[in-house]
């Protein structure tokens, strides 16, 4: 039965059958299927949910392309000047290298550049000739009488400047330096009667061995033009007389590996060369035309941003520039020097175009040049082979004895 407040008691059976008890309203819609048209639903798609996955890939592409090109123009002289690899290069010594120098006695020299860096420098003197002496003991006796006698002075004094690569330091490549310079001296033996000093000078740059500084391509260039001033004054000091005047010739060979052909040109091309001194040749060894070239070599593909960055470069090394202001300097000259590449037939950092170019550029601006190629060796180990040593002692030879007497008043 039911109860109910107000409501009389009733029965169940008095309820009728069909009666209809109503419920509470329902809050889901009813859809009523009627004839007519049929209704088609469509599904909504979010694009952002599509576009976002792509859109944050190429962001961070983006950003790492621009954090590595930022890298790469902030840290540019880390990255192309390495004087710490490898890591023992600044604790070289020369003495650990004397038993393979072949009799050679090396020295170190120190001098400062114009902004006061202290730098380093590696010396030995050779003489060249059937009338050389022996050893270099004697050598040096007879380069130290010579600078105090007043007759007896030869026509020609030659020095060798030397600027290594972007790693390492000068000391281990010393042997192989004097590997190429004894070879020279046998060369010599077949001069009669003459005798001709040979002093080979390897610039330490800042930064480098025991020299201090970092180096930048602005500093090398003053180093390079600070170790031409010293080889100036040592000349004077052993050639000249008390006014200080010299009539001795200096012939100056300007000798570059990598990017130190970039320094030679760069010095040939810009620095003041003393009036006693004449250049006489330039050896680039293993060269590229300049630092922007380098960059569409390391880097081929045009989709990467890296190749275009040279407007950026602070380091240029243009040897392919400066050849052109190098053949102007000297029109007027008496002679111009001589320019010998020395490439590597299995280079892997520089491909053999760029030498090509070098030596196409000398040809247009009318500069004499050599052009040898070492049998199987990479991009450091063109001294290191015997080949490559033999064709600088060779061109060597060459320029000392067709080198004339220039006398200075």
């Known amino acids: 039965m039911l109860l109910a407040r107000g409501v009389t008691r009733l029965p169940i059976r008095a309820i009728p059958r069909l009666a209809i008890i109503p419920s509470p309203p329902s809050t889901t819609p009813r859809i009523s299927i009627v004839d007519g048209p049929t209704l088609t639903c469509s599904r909504r798609y979010h694009l952002e949910g599509l576009v976002l996955a792509p859109a944050v890939f190429t962001g961070l592409l983006v950003a790492l392309w621009s954090w590595k090109c ?9 990255i192309i000047y390495m004087p710490g690899l490898p890591p023992n290069a600044r604790r070289e010594r020369i003495d650990d290298y004397v038993k393979l120098c072949g009799g050679l006695r090396w020295r170190e020299e120190r001098l400062r550049a114009a902004d006061g860096t202290d730098l380093a420098l590696c010396v030995t003197d050779v003489d060249l000739g059937s009338g050389a002496t022996a050893s270099p003991a004697a050598a040096d006796a007879t380069a130290a009488a010579t600078a105090t006698s007043s007759s007896g002075r030869p026509d020609t004094a030659f020095y060798i400047l030397y600027f290594q690569g972007n790693a390492s330091s000068v000391p281990p490549r010393l042997p192989d330096l004097s590997s190429a310079l004894c070879m020279l001296k046998r060369l010599s033996m077949q001069w009669h009667g003459r005798n001709v000093p040979c002093t080979m000078i390897c610039l330490s740059y800042r930064g480098y061995w025991t020299s201090r500084g970092r180096p930048t391509e602005k500093g090398l260039n003053m180093d390079a033009a600070a170790a031409l001033n010293w080889i100036s004054q040592l000349h004077r000091r ?3 007389g008390e006014a200080g005047e010299s009539r001795t010739s200096a012939e100056l060979v300007l000798w570059g590996q990598s990017i130190g052909a970039g320094v030679a040109t760069n010095l040939a091309a810009e620095a003041l060369v003393p ?15 300049s630092i922007r070239a380098m960059l569409e070599v390391l880097y081929p593909q045009k989709w990467l941003p890296y190749r275009h960055l040279w407007p950026f470069l602070r380091n240029h090394l243009d040897s392919w520039k400066n050849l052109g202001v190098i ?4 029109r007027t000259k008496v002679s111009s020097p001589e320019v010998f590449i020395l490439e590597a037939a299995k280079d892997e950092l520089v491909p053999a175009e760029l030498s090509q170019r070098l030596y196409d550029r000398c040809l247009d601006v ?10 199987g060796a990479f991009h450091n180990d063109t001294m290191f082979r015997g080949e490559g040593r033999r064709a600088v002692s060779e061109f060597l030879f060459h320029r000392i ?6 006398v200075r008043t």
Not at 70 to 78: A, C, D, I
Not at 275 to 289: K, N, W
């Open 238 to 240: 052993r050639y000249g």
């Open 70 to 78: 930022l890298m790469m123009v902030t840290f540019q002289n880390k």
């Open 275 to 289: 009036a006693h001194v004449h250049l006489d040749s330039i050896i680039l060894e293993t060269p590229f035309t």
């Open 327 to 330: 053949s102007q300097r000297y």
């Open 366 to 375: 009318q500069l004499p040049v050599a052009r040898k190629a070492v049998a």
């Open 401 to 406: 004895s067709s080198s004339p007497t220039r």
